[in-house]
């Protein structure tokens, strides 16, 4: 694949993978805090930029993975370096790469300890992220996936909170109990296949009972880190203990790898058992719809809200997913995308609040938006969008889900009507209370606006809430072929399995 300004086998999907870590490195020589903070940024942003190349050079009209890289890595194992990229892992790509630069500039003044050694950390967390999305061998996507939890980690257990080593911990816990799953699973194809390449897998007849047992090690690995209910416990502590880069990357970032490993390796590789099992998926993506929405309802930290809206957000996602058809998939796919932007935003606001109050406490920031219109303003619109007001980009992602919901039960339909309901009400008595205040509001009058730092971190997220939320078509085009593509692999292999059973 050739476009301006590359050559046809330049390896861009290898330098947008090791370009961070490449930066990590020349990190470790910097001893200013300034001039690490401009490298970092100016890395980021460029990484950004040439990732924007992929975009301009994609082929929407195939559903073959494009821009493939392959060398051989473990030749007696038939361990490959092999790369490649589809409308459903481009967006989820791009997304990383435009949030990166945003951490570096909300961590600005934030992070006052040991600034060489968080930067050097969000570059080696870009390096893991960015392979988790491009790798096409299942040994080099779960080193991808194993790498990014120890930078994760670190953030969270540094820089975090009071509590900060016991959600490093959890978390780190939590995600590895749930990798050694999706090992064991790997493990078993590679015995059936006789390959680690994902293309491999996807196209290979598998036994139905086979599929079972790897789907639920799939699902249980997947679910723990989207997080779905009841695996979620370990959301709210790392979200409240994190640093507000580490609170984004968390929401905008990891928890899109769960229900990405669903699309790329549930769906096509274990047909039959995805039919099998998706009424009860549904099932547990309402009940988070209900129960995010619920506990959101009751935070008063506004990290903790934040935090547990995300498990009904994701809960959309899967909903979209397992209905498994193209309205839903695409939706979830959008919902996704428009999570990772709209409470990445969310997550970078309550860091300004408290960067500026030192607290979290909805009571105590009590109308401090009298005397901040500019942040006001802005995070009016970030609520909007998160309780997916029309016109705003979170409304077309849901709507979808809701149509591919309908088209598989009008009774699961009606069941995530109450989560909307719930998510405008915990939304708009945020900014209701943050805005405005009550009559006996703190005394907010010496704080400053949005500075230009700030304003610079919010613009493109505010220019994608409207950008999607008014034309989603040049996102849902990108994915459109690979998700035709998806549910013909996932319809076609579960028809031959059930012929088989009989």
């Known amino acids: 694949m050739a476009f301006p300004g590359i050559h046809a086998d330049f390896p861009i999907l290898s330098v947008v993978i090791f370009a961070p870590l490449a930066a990590a490195i020349v990190a470790v020589f910097i001893r200013n805090e300034n001039w690490l903070r401009w490298w970092t940024l100016a890395c980021t942003t460029i990484i950004a930029v040439i990732s924007l190349r992929l975009y301009a050079g994609f082929d929407v009209t195939t559903a073959k993975f494009q821009f493939v890289e392959h060398a051989a890595w473990i030749p007696p194992l038939k361990i490959n370096y092999t790369l490649g990229v589809d409308g459903i892992s481009l967006l989820l790509v791009l997304l990383t790469t435009l949030i990166m630069p945003l951490c570096v500039l909300c961590s600005w003044r934030y992070i006052t300890s040991r600034v060489k050694e968080f930067m050097i950390c969000l570059l080696f967390m870009e390096t893991a992220m960015v392979g988790v999305f491009f790798a096409l061998d299942f040994v080099l996507f779960f080193v991808f996936w194993g790498a990014m939890l120890i930078p994760m980690a670190l953030l969270i257990g540094i820089w ?5 080593i016991y959600a490093s911990l959890k978390f780190f816990i939590y995600t590895m109990a ?3 799953l999706l090992l064991v699973a790997i493990i078993a194809l590679y015995l059936q296949v006789g390959s680690f390449d994902i293309r491999a897998m996807m ?3 598998y036994a139905a009972n086979f599929q079972c047992w790897v789907f639920l090690a799939f699902f249980i690995s997947f ?11 370990w959301l709210p502590a790392a979200h409240v203990e994190a640093p507000t880069a580490g609170s984004v990357l968390l929401a905008s970032i990891l928890l899109k790898m769960g229900t990405y490993g669903f699309l790329r390796f549930s769906l096509p590789i274990t047909p039959h058992a995805t039919h099998l099992f998706a009424p009860y998926v549904l099932g547990l993506s309402v009940v988070a719809i209900i129960y995010g929405g ?3 309802l009751a935070q008063s930290d506004l990290k903790k809200l934040v935090a547990y809206s995300s498990v009904a957000h994701m809960g959309f996602a899967t909903l979209g997913i397992f209905a498994l058809n193209a309205a839903g998939i695409e939706g979830a796919t959008l919902v996704m995308i428009n999570h990772g932007i709209t409470t990445g935003a969310l997550f970078i606001a309550v860091g300004i609040i408290h960067e500026r ?17 500019i942040f006001a303003g802005c995070l009016g619109v970030f609520c909007l969008s998160s309780l997916a007001f029309p016109g705003t980009n979170s409304f077309i992602g849901e709507f ?12 699961l339909a009606a069941c995530c009507v109450p989560g909307v309901v719930l998510a405008a ?10 805005a405005y205040g009550g009559v006996k509001n703190p005394e907010h009058s010496g704080l400053a606006d949005l500075n230009f730092r700030e304003i610079v971190t919010f613009a493109p997220l505010l220019l994608f809430v409207f950008w999607i939320g008014l034309n989603p078509e040049p996102f849902t085009r990108v994915m459109r072929a690979s998700v035709e593509n998806l549910l013909q692999q996932t319809n076609c292999a579960s028809a031959h399995a059930t012929i088989a059973l009989r």
């Open 425 to 434: 009400a915990y939304m708009l008595r945020m900014i209701q209370k943050v």
């Open 294 to 296: 619920l506990t959101s």
């Open 203 to 205: 196209g290979h007849p």
């Open 160 to 164: 975090g909170g009071p509590r900060r």
């Open 357 to 373: 109050l030192h607290t979290r406490d909805l009571t105590e920031t009590a109308g401090m938006g009298k005397h901040m219109p």
């Open 223 to 233: 679910a723990i880190k989207v997080p779905m209910f009841p695996f979620h416990t």
């Open 400 to 411: 979808l889900v809701l149509v591919g919901g309908f088209a598989v039960s009008k009774t």
């Open 178 to 180: 749930g990798s050694v």
